[in-house]
């Protein structure tokens, strides 16, 4: 029953690799999103997306792009991975704007 | 620029020994405070939503208010069960794509 899932859960990858984290909600939401939680906790967002409006935070750098291929799927993918990218990216939705964000349990991107 | 701090960072009390967090903002027209609790290894759960001065939301052995400035999380008599990492969040009115802007969190820390 679970409402928002990420896959994987870990991802350990070397520098200058592309990966991609999956998300996905079975909660009929139109809005998701994606936040980056540094390892001082804080938890920052990404991107915001809502029926094929992409809403981008100004300091995210364009190695990462989400892709939507339906309203339920939100991926994310990233180029040419540094060390600073290492990270746990939480994907999230809400029904509504300016409604409660539903969060998946994040997936722990480590960069060797 | 929208900006949440949290007080204290962390928090240490005894099964029964009430408190309160707080979460102090900035923001350009508040649309909504949440708040939320984020266990280790998961992603934040929601709690509450404040949307104007002098509104409160309880819920359990919790109980949130709000002013023009801050927010107050209460604990009446915790339990260890309670022990988490409480995340506020603000939403602004002029928000574009429904993004929140989180706090640091506060680590609370209940001993039997």
């Known amino acids: 029953d679970t409402a928002v899932s990420q896959t994987p859960k870990y991802l350990v990858t070397q520098m200058g690799n592309d990966k991609s984290i999956k998300c996905e909600q079975n909660l009929g939401h139109d809005t998701m999103y994606w936040y980056k939680q540094d390892s001082k906790k804080f938890l920052k967002i990404m991107f915001s997306?809502?029926?094929?409006?992409?809403?981008i935070n100004e300091t995210v750098p364009n190695r990462f792009s989400p892709k939507s291929p339906d309203k339920a799927h939100l991926n994310l993918h990233i180029n040419s991975l540094e060390l600073g990218d290492s990270a746990v990216y939480f994907c999230a939705s809400s029904p509504l704007p300016y409604t409660p964000q539903h969060f998946g349990d994040g997936t722990r991107l480590s960069i060797l | 620029e929208d900006q949440v701090t949290q007080s204290p960072e962390a928090l240490r009390l005894q099964e029964g020994e009430s408190s309160s967090l707080n979460c102090s903002y900035t923001v350009s027209g508040l649309r909504g405070l949440f708040w939320y609790r984020q266990d280790p290894g998961k992603g934040p759960e929601f709690l509450f939503t404040?949307?104007?001065a002098g509104e409160e939301k309880e819920k359990e052995r919790l109980k949130a208010t709000l002013t023009k400035k801050e927010s107050f999380l209460h604990i009446t008599a915790p339990k260890p069960e309670d022990s988490a990492t409480y995340l506020c969040?603000?939403?602004?009115?002029?928000?574009?794509?429904?993004?929140?802007?989180f706090g640091g969190g506060t680590r609370l820390m209940v001993k039997p």
């Open positions: 997306y809502n029926n094929k409006e992409l809403i």
């Open positions: 969040a603000v939403q602004a009115q002029d928000n574009a794509g429904n993004m929140l802007t």
């Open positions: 404040l949307y104007s």
